[in-house]
């Protein structure tokens, strides 16, 4: 309904001024998100701080946001004050920077017989030597993000930890700063996952987030489609650590009852950010910029949907109590397949189950075997299931992610897989 007032409505929400209540019903709408699920107060619209929450499209849109934000707040603190490089004399690192500072470009424009106009937050001479970290269960749509700004990513292996899952550790993230910073490399942000897409594993951002702050990463973290679980007090531990980071996001269009696409994104820091996205065009200026938020500074695109509205209608319609209602049943669902594929002790788990995601695996089995009965199931078209691998271990996975799933239908899910593993095995 509300995609459909919003379509009807047909605003473009450019500006404030273009839509104000487009503006102002997102500002609210993601406080009471920031209510509902235990969030830093400091997320709000409303709080006196820089904080802010904005609706992006995707988490995939939030990962480059991110991306970008830190990178120019990177930038902008090396051309403010050199000294914070003073480690560069100490590691060697001067070498490979020699001269950055002198070809530093100004925000002005750069050549006026030409009119090239050089980005000051934005600046390639700068973050040539820039190293982003995320978990090598982190998903694809993070090398993207930092493909696309053109910084180099690299992978840290997650291990066993929390959860029996895989995550990274913070010695894990301390070890790769020292060792790039001797190498030449500066490190900016640390893109953590909670939630990941092969098993559902969590980089614990309560232990994580210290090492960033002290360290100066910007930290990001992709909890796309476990972060609404947090609205639940038992699935909390999801958001521990929150204090800690620069932004959040998760798309309440995955476990939130909400159609796609609903993807909060909150800054401890918008205000600040807000600078890296700003281009001031005269047929953009209104007269309430210095007072009212533009959401344009946050994003890429300029126009924007009247998203918001699927918020309110959710919450007005079902209310918060029904999504939780919707999330517990998701997971006690799952945790009844977990237990349910054990029994002809033909299987194990490969993880232990989180949330809605059960991954599995045929007992004293190869890759190819495991591959060979996932190809049958969906082959055989009465379910359908995505495998993934980790480390090199391929595995099966069930996920309850719908709101008519019955315990009925994981049954059923599991006497297919059963039938079929009986032929073949
Ligand atoms: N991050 C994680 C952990 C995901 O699982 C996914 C999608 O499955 C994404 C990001 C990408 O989400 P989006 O389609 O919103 O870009």
Redesign the pocket.
Known sequence: MADILSGGIAGIGFTWKSCPSMTELEMSSLDWVVDLMGLPEHFKNSHDGPGCGIIQ???????MIAIMAARASHVERIKAEPTFMKWVSETGVGKTLKGIFDRVKVNKIDDEASGIIAPYFHDPAVFERFVMYCSDQ??S??EKGAMLSAVRLRKLKATRGFLGNYGVTNETLQNAIKEDRARGYIPFIFLA?V???CSCGVDQIDELGPVCVEEGLYLHV?????GTFALCDEFKYLTRGMEHVDSFNF?L??AGMINF?C?PMFFKNGTHVSRYFNVDAIYLAHEYQSTAADYRHLQVALGRRFRSLKIWFVLRNMGADKIREYLRRTELLAAEFAKLILENGKFEHFVPQHLGLTCFRLKNSTNADNEKLCNAINDDRRIHLVPSTVHGTYFLRMVVCSQLTTLDDVIYGRDVIFEIADRLF
């Open positions: 499209s995707t988490a995939s849109d939030s990962t982190a998903h749509s993070v996952t939630g990941t897409t992709d909890a796309a489609y476990a798309n269009h995955k696409d993807s």
